[in-house]
T-cell receptor, first 114, second 114 residues
Framework: KAGVTQTPRYLIKTRGQQVTLSCSPI?????VSWYQQTPGQGLQFLFE???????NKGNFPGRFSGRQFSNSRSEMNVSTLELGDSALYLC?????????????FGDGTRLSIL | GENVEQHPSTLSVQEGDSAVIKCTYS??????FPWYKQELGKRPQLIID?????GEKKDQRIAVTLNKTAKHFSLHITETQPEDSAVYFC?????????????FGIGTKLQVIP
């Protein structure tokens, strides 16, 4: 069974631009969560989607948004990019998103803002 | 909200020695505690997890203990090997309004010296 797939792996953008990242969960997994990872802040929760609905949201500005499609694939969009948005963006999928189901991470998208 | 503190932030041990990483959480409603290992440039991978109805769980050289009363849980690695060198993250997860909420610790960088 294929793991969580994130595309692209690397991305370079400039301030003010916008970016869309993609995450394909493990087949059968319906919950997708997004995290921002930076050296000083660890793993910061962005949001979680389940059955095409955002169920949970972290403390990030409205420039960060996402969506989930009927096949459970998810996209994350960041608008008006800032230098501080440079980070590794990880997504994780789990079977149902409820109960004690482990999350499985993708390799991440490393976003660099110039 | 939930707050997870993880100590130490860095840990160096000699090969063959044991390593212990500790996490404390604040929300008594948290009931699932996974540990992830992230090697340099790779995705976080689940290495062991424990549920709140269990006090200890072991998998070969890795064990996790949970003290619900004190709200802390620990990762124990025995007979450490150089390939154990990585960043380890703890997390606490709870259900809220039918949805899961996951909070990660800041991470511990473990270095095993040959």
């Amino acid at each position: 069974k294929a793991g969580v797939t994130q595309t692209p792996r690397y991305l370079i953008k400039t301030r003010g631009q916008q970016v869309t990242l993609s995450c394909s969960p493990i087949s059968g997994h319906r919950s997708v969560s997004w995290y921002q990872q930076t050296p000083g802040q660890g793993l910061q929760f962005l949001f979680e989607y389940f059955s095409e609905t955002q169920r949970n949201k972290g403390n990030f500005p409205g420039r960060f948004s996402g969506r989930q499609f009927s096949n459970s694939r998810s996209e994350m969009n960041v608008s008006t990019l800032e230098l501080g948005d440079s980070a590794l963006y990880l997504c994780a999928s789990s079977l149902y998103g409820t109960g004690n189901q482990p999350q499985h991470f993708g390799d991440g998208t490393r976003l660099s803002i110039l | 909200g939930e707050n997870v503190e993880q100590h130490p932030s860095t840990l160096s041990v000699q090969e063959g020695d044991s390593a212990v990483i500790k996490c404390t959480y604040s929300d008594s409603a948290s009931n699932y505690f996974p540990w992830y290992k992230q090697e340099l440039g790779k995705r976080p991978q689940l290495i062991i997890d424990i549920r709140s109805n269990v006090g200890e769980k072991k998998d070969q050289r890795i064990a996790v203990t949970l003290n619900k009363t004190a709200k802390h849980f620990s990762l124990h690695i025995t007979e450490t090997q150089p390939e154990d060198s990585a960043v380890y993250f703890c997390a606490a997860r709870k259900m809220s309004g039918g949805y899961q909420k996951v909070t990660f610790g800041i991470g511990t960088k473990l270095q095993v010296i040959p």
